[in-house]
């Protein structure tokens, strides 16, 4: 009796054990047939959709395309099997700097030769509007060259570009970049620092204000997102950050270290020290001058950091990505003061003594 009980219970668990080792198969045959096919649906999807086309596809990427937009949009056209694909590519080969323009794309073309098309901006179509924004760059500036480059009234654009409505609308667009810290009651000009430093090309013959700035706020917003973690392991936020490069852009001579500058900044400021930057001085007065004179640090404006302590309520300029990095990565120095010499040199030292006697040798004596 106990026999058979033995023998029925080897004969279950056999089947069982051929039972589990079935399911074990089917499941990585499945697995294996998936991810089979998935693999061999991505390598299609990087291929072309057909390499012996001679079709040419006109394709516009509009100016602040995302990527997943721009994947989209050569889809719908035919000229890429799967947008997600597109994406997912261009994230693992960290590719970007895409530029707007309207393309003549093939299916013949695979997604490597549409990247390198994107990238280099081969375009069919000329730009009707081009314009530069140099570094260091302030509102009003920019203003004047966007007005230029449309044919449009300088203070009208000025006028807009301040308008709360128009601000607002980004604000919501971009919530990470244009944050409330822009619409603080001592803020000069909401807008002010984040339109980014670069050339940008418009293919239609008058572009909305509104396309042009969100083509520069894209570009700030790509910038300045690739340092996130930097930036929040120096306990800085955006519009901190964006500040902090503007001061280093607007002291900076060519040849000067912007890191060592940003030395400077953050010692001063760790040791409760105001920061006592001229532009700042120059920009509460709204004014451009090649000196600033003592009854000029006089200036009742939070903007004054001869007479507040800490970064001004906002930036002063728009600033490029060295600045950037500046502000980031500031060089480890025990300097307190610097000052630039006619030729541009930047003269940096750490006791007040030592600045009195630099500044008596090369700006006092030359007056």
Same mark, same amino acid.
């Given at each position: ?6 023998l ?17 198969i089917?499941?990585v045959?499945?697995?294996l047939i998936i991810?089979g096919g ?8 990087l291929k072309?959709?057909d ?12 100016i ?10 050569l889809?719908a056209h035919g ?5 997600k694909?597109f ?8 590719e970007g700097?895409?530029m707007?323009g309207?393309y ?6 695979d997604?490597?030769e549409?990247v390198g ?8 179509a000329?730009?009707a ?5 140099p570094?260091g ?5 920019i203003?004047? *060259?966007i007005a230029?480059?449309?044919?449009q ?5 000025f006028?807009?570009l301040n308008d ?7 604000m919501?667009k971009y ?6 810290d822009i619409?603080n ?5 909401p ?5 980014y430093p ?5 293919y239609?013959k008058?572009p ?12 700030t917003?790509s ?8 930036r929040?392991e120096?306990k ?8 902090m490069a503007?001061l280093i852009e607007e ?9 060592? *500058?940003?030395s400077v900044f953050?010692?001063r400021?760790?040791k409760g020290m105001?920061?006592q930057t001229d532009?700042?001085?120059?920009y509460?007065?709204g004014?451009?001058k090649?000196?600033?004179?003592y ?10 950091t001869y007479?507040h302590?800490g970064m001004?309520?906002g930036?002063?300029?728009n600033a ?14 025990d ?6 010499t006619?030729?541009?040199?930047i003269?940096f030292t ?12 090369h ?5």
């Amino acid at each position: 009796m106990i026999r058979q009980k033995m023998l029925e219970s080897e004969k279950e668990a056999r089947i069982v054990r051929k039972i589990v080792l079935i399911i074990a198969i089917v499941l990585v045959l499945f697995i294996l047939i998936i991810g089979g096919g998935g693999f061999l649906y991505i390598n299609s999807s990087l291929k072309p959709i057909d390499p012996h086309s001679k079709v040419q596809k006109k394709v516009e990427i509009p100016i602040g395309s995302s990527v997943t937009g721009i994947g989209e949009t050569l889809e719908a056209h035919g000229i890429i099997k799967n947008a997600k694909v597109f994406k997912y590519y261009v994230k693992f080969k960290n590719e970007g700097g895409f530029m707007a323009g309207v393309y003549e794309l093939s299916p013949s073309m695979d997604i490597a030769e549409i990247v390198g098309r994107l990238k280099t901006g081969k375009v069919l179509a000329k730009p009707a509007v081009k314009m530069t924004i140099p570094e260091g760059k302030q509102l009003k500036e920019i203003a004047a *060259i966007i007005a230029k480059a449309t044919k449009q009234n300088e203070e009208n654009v000025f006028k807009q570009l301040n308008d709360v409505t128009f601000v607002k609308g980004f604000m919501e667009k971009y919530p990470n970049l244009l944050t409330k810290d822009i619409l603080n009651s001592q803020v000069k000009y909401p807008l002010e620092g984040y339109l980014y430093p670069a050339t940008y090309s418009f293919y239609k013959k008058n572009p909305a204000l509104e396309e042009m700035v969100n083509a520069m706020l894209e570009k700030t917003q790509s910038v300045v997102m690739d340092y996130t973690e930097k930036r929040e392991e120096k306990k800085l936020t955006v519009h901190q950050l964006i500040t902090m490069a503007s001061l280093i852009e607007e002291e900076a001579t060519e040849k000067a270290d912007r890191k060592t *500058i940003s030395s400077v900044f953050y010692n001063r400021m760790n040791k409760g020290m105001p920061l006592q930057t001229d532009p700042t001085v120059l920009y509460a007065q709204g004014k451009h001058k090649q000196k600033v004179y003592y009854k000029d640090l006089e200036v009742n404006s939070p903007y004054n950091t001869y007479k507040h302590k800490g970064m001004p309520p906002g930036p002063i300029a728009n600033a490029g990505k060295v600045s950037i990095e500046a502000a980031l990565e500031p060089e480890k120095t025990d300097y307190y003061y610097f000052l630039a010499t006619a030729g541009g040199k930047i003269i940096f030292t750490k006791t007040l003594e030592e600045h009195n006697k630099e500044k008596a040798k090369h700006i006092s004596n030359n007056k």
